[in-house]
């Protein structure tokens, strides 16, 4: 493949690395506003861009992409608000565009395991529910897109909770996330089920980033040739 590199921070570095170890081609990595000038005939030349930037510059990011004609895989969080918009720009252009607020493999069956967990402990109100999600003390958003992820689906499924604070619950209809900024921790989640004679608990540790790299440039590949909307579930459970 041919790669645009939509960001070069931690992850942009991690998939450039991971993908020329692949022999991929890097066509171009866009970092400022002067690259957009400076670099559009070599990020045009590529077959996909892959964006992991910051939550402000995502979308016009993903729309300039799209003016390329760039099949687009997007790993930035804490934008969701232009989310919507940007998948009607997609399916009325016909474009190509995979969103996941994380890539690990692993990460994506820990959210399948909590959707039915979630819909089973919703039978037991005494369980209190908690997310803790820990990141490198670099990281700006807070909770984390996975936290997020993992909340919408738990409220999704359970009965009782309708709402996610990033601070301790105090309604029954309230859902707990903590989070926490440790130096040199890729990310850790876990979601745990508290009463007064047991606990249950699901975690992921991510130890390294080649995880979230990995699943990336997975998720390019398999993309090229595609149109309309996608996201790790449909990658991971696609019967073609």
């Known amino acids: 493949m041919k790669i645009a590199i939509i960001g070069y921070g931690r992850m942009g570095r991690e998939i450039e690395e991971m993908a020329l170890h692949q022999s991929h081609e890097i066509a171009a990595i866009i970092d400022n506003e ?3 000038a400076n670099k559009w005939d070599a990020l045009s030349g590529a077959n996909v861009a ?13 729309r300039r992409c799209f003016e390329a004609g760039l099949a687009v895989v997007s790993g930035t969080t804490a934008w969701s608000g232009s ?3 940007i998948n009607k720009l997609c399916l009325e252009g016909g474009h190509s565009f ?8 692993g990460m994506n069956i820990m959210f399948e ?10 039978k037991h109100p005494q369980y209190r529910i908690l997310i803790e999600e820990i ?3 670099g990281k700006k958003d807070a909770p984390s897109g996975t936290a997020i992820t993992l909340a919408n689906e738990i409220i999704h499924h359970h009965p009782v909770k309708d709402i996610w604070i990033n601070k301790p619950a105090i309604k029954p209809n309230e859902l707990e996330i903590i989070s926490l900024r440790k130096n040199q921790v890729p990310g850790t989640h876990f979601v745990r089920y508290d009463s007064e004679i047991d606990s249950l608990e699901i975690k992921h540790t991510a130890h390294t980033r080649k995880g979230f790299a990995l699943g990336a440039l997975l998720a390019a590949e398999w993309l090229i040739g595609k ?3 996608f996201d790790m579930h449909d990658m991971l459970y696609d019967e073609k």
């Open 34 to 36: 002067n690259d957009w």
């Open 50 to 62: 892959i964006e992991f930037s910051m939550p402000e510059t995502a979308a016009n990011n993903i």
């Open 83 to 85: 989310l919507d918009e």
């Open 98 to 105: 995979f969103y996941a607020s994380n890539f690990s493999p």
């Open 113 to 122: 395991l909590n959707k039915k967990l979630a819909a089973l402990m919703g």
């Open 135 to 137: 990141h490198h003390s």
């Open 227 to 229: 149109k309309g909307c």
